[in-house]
């Protein structure tokens, strides 16, 4: 069914992301569950380097520093090619055994947090892709923000109206509100949107969070309408997979990274 864009008064919401991380992680009241949480994940396919066994390539600490290893983990497919084409370049011995591999962002999440209170503890770091990080300065620099610098994956998500309601989208019988990892399939919603109510053309803005904040919102937040938010991959990460599903077979899920027995990224 195809989805209708709706506004929505939901502008204490999104709010609570735009919270800076020690304040977010101070929040240890009632959240979503951790399945809820996933189920939210799992749809968004993101990339990993990884063996034929499905271990994740990693970068570990340097000599003599104290911390966990490091997967990277790209919002982009093509990023994640770019980077494994370089690796064959300054390493082709340890770039021969690994390959880029989509996994579902709800199995990253589970794997981080099924070893974060290990001793083989596994970090994961998200890629995001540096054309969108350009769109979230811009954005927050046209806001009147003194910054250099956006940190995390951003998501995009839209405005209007007199009262600033957000964007939501209607699926099924529930109103959604749509986060949108590029800033220009949001852009398309959102001509779609002015051609449908031209009186709030002039009243939609842009807004800017990290997926990384969000994350930590609904892990520590107790706000029932959290419920509503939806990630939107990227339309070429959908293809990409939909493409691969006829040679994986029919109804079968991607390859995932496996932990432990993660490969180690060369040093710098």
């Given at each position: 069914?195809?989805?209708?864009?709706?506004w929505?008064?939901?502008?204490?919401?999104?709010?609570?992301?735009l919270?800076s991380?020690?304040?977010?992680?101070?929040?240890?009241?009632?959240?979503?569950?951790?399945?809820?949480?996933?189920?939210?994940?799992?749809?968004?396919?993101?990339?990993?380097?990884?063996?034929?066994?499905?271990?994740?390539?990693?970068?570990?600490?340097?000599?003599?520093q104290?911390?966990?290893?490091?997967?990277?983990?790209?919002?982009?497919?093509?990023?994640?090619?770019?980077?494994?084409?370089?690796?064959?370049?300054?390493?082709?011995?340890?770039?021969?055994d690994?390959?880029v591999v989509?996994?579902?962002l709800?199995?990253?999440y589970?794997?981080?947090?099924?070893?974060?209170?290990?001793?083989?503890?596994?970090?994961?770091?998200?890629?995001?892709?540096?054309?969108?990080?350009?769109?979230?300065l811009?954005?927050?620099?046209?806001?009147?923000?003194?910054?250099?610098?956006?940190?995390?994956?951003?998501?995009?998500?839209?405005r209007?109206?007199?009262?600033k309601?957000?964007?939501?989208?209607q699926?099924?019988?529930?109103?959604?509100?749509?986060?949108?990892?590029?800033?220009?399939?949001?852009?398309?919603?959102?001509?779609?949107?002015?051609?449908?109510?031209?009186?709030?053309?002039?009243?939609?803005?842009?807004?800017?969070?990290?997926?990384?904040?969000?994350?930590?919102?609904?892990q520590?937040?107790?706000?029932?309408?959290?419920?509503?938010?939806?990630?939107?991959?990227?339309?070429?990460?959908?293809?990409?997979?939909?493409?691969?599903?006829?040679?994986?077979?029919?109804?079968?899920?991607?390859?995932?990274?496996?932990a432990?027995?993660?490969?180690?990224?060369?040093?710098?």
């Amino acid at each position: 069914m195809k989805a209708l864009v709706r506004w929505g008064v939901t502008a204490s919401i999104i709010g609570s992301t735009l919270v800076s991380s020690a304040l977010v992680g101070a929040m240890r009241v009632l959240a979503l569950p951790e399945d809820q949480i996933v189920q939210k994940l799992r749809p968004v396919p993101v990339f990993a380097i990884a063996n034929s066994q499905g271990s994740p390539l990693v970068a570990s600490p340097p000599n003599g520093q104290q911390g966990s290893p490091v997967a990277g983990v790209f919002i982009s497919q093509k990023d994640a090619q770019a980077f494994l084409d370089a690796l064959k370049t300054k390493n082709p011995a340890l770039a021969k055994d690994v390959k880029v591999v989509p996994v579902s962002l709800g199995e990253v999440y589970q794997l981080g947090q099924s070893s974060k209170n290990k001793p083989e503890r596994l970090d994961f770091q998200y890629v995001p892709m540096e054309q969108q990080v350009k769109s979230a300065l811009t954005l927050l620099q046209q806001g009147g923000q003194q910054v250099s610098q956006f940190n995390g994956v951003p998501l995009f998500l839209a405005r209007a109206g007199k009262d600033k309601g957000y964007l939501t989208i209607q699926r099924g019988n529930e109103q959604v509100i749509p986060l949108f990892f590029k800033k220009e399939e949001l852009q398309n919603m959102l001509e779609r949107f002015k051609q449908q109510q031209p009186d709030l053309a002039a009243t939609i803005d842009i807004q800017v969070v990290n997926l990384e904040g969000v994350i930590q919102t609904l892990q520590t937040s107790n706000n029932p309408q959290l419920g509503q938010i939806v990630l939107i991959p990227p339309q070429e990460s959908v293809e990409y997979i939909r493409a691969l599903q006829p040679a994986q077979g029919q109804g079968q899920n991607p390859p995932k990274p496996q932990a432990p027995a993660p490969q180690s990224a060369p040093k710098k």
